[in-house]
């Protein structure tokens, strides 16, 4: 299955909304596009990567956020809706300590 995201901006947040399997390949062929996005994100905006759509991330998608977190800032930079398994694979990484992680759509 392959992996796409859609962009969402407003003038406080762009969201990028990732859908199917964020494995080392798909990953790959999303790198260039996801941070042609992180480099447009203007002062004033949050960046936010919804998750809602995929239930698999690997490391290389882990790499992409760490990016993006130092690119915008940890503090403008969240992860969105991510499945509980999801969840794990930052606990386990130790980047739920570094990066805000929303669980909820009411956030």
Known sequence: MSASFTSDPTPTRLTLAFT??????????????VLEQV????????LRFDLAGSDFIASAFLRLCILAARAVGAERFEIAHPAPLVREVFA???LDRHLTIIETAAQ
């Open 20 to 33: 199917g399997r964020l494995d080392s390949a798909n990953c790959a062929g999303l790198h260039d596009a």
């Open 39 to 46: 480099n447009a994100v203007a002062p004033q905006q949050a």
């Open 92 to 94: 386990m990484a130790g």
